[in-house]
């Protein structure tokens, strides 16, 4: 096989060999991007508990008496928190939660969460969290 393509032309080569080179890249993205579910929540009445089952940790995040959950969002690897107060963030790598304070008349437009990232657009602003990070963002409409 090896001698038959060394005696094609090399435009004819050339192309076969990166279209090979393609498929193997792509197997190794589509691997990767394959991420097993690691990160649970357990929801308790004064707080929610956030479980790696990777690497068996567990990240207790403390509700105010007047504090309520208005959304979750649970991807593979990040978990986010909507509660009347705070939008809250946890990783499955970053070791705790991560808050960001609410403001008074936010509202949320759309919240999506996929892997390792968040992302949250409110009325105000737009948010993201970064699950391997633990950090938050922020950019005003």
Excluded: C, H
Excluded at 6 to 34: C, H, I, N, W, Y
Excluded at 43 to 66: C, I, M, P
Excluded at 108 to 123: F, G, H, K, P, R
Aim: net charge positive; no cysteine.
């Amino acid at each position: 096989m090896v001698l038959l393509i060394l005696s094609r032309p090399l435009k004819v080569v050339l192309p076969v060999f990166l279209l090979a080179l393609m498929l193997g890249v792509s197997g190794v993205a589509t691997a990767e991007e394959d991420l097993g579910k690691s990160l649970f929540l357990v929801y308790e009445s004064d707080r929610v508990v956030a479980v790696n089952a990777e690497t068996g940790q567990f990240f207790d995040l403390v509700l105010s008496a007047k504090e309520r959950i208005r959304d979750r969002l649970v991807a593979n690897r990040v978990a986010i928190l909507v509660t009347n107060q705070r939008f809250a963030g946890v990783g499955a790598y970053p070791s705790g939660w991560s808050s960001m304070r609410r403001k008074a008349g936010e509202k949320i437009v759309s919240a999506e969460a996929v892997d390792y990232s968040a992302l949250i657009v409110t009325s105000d602003r737009i948010l993201t969290f970064n699950g391997k990070s633990g950090a938050w963002s922020e950019k005003r409409r």
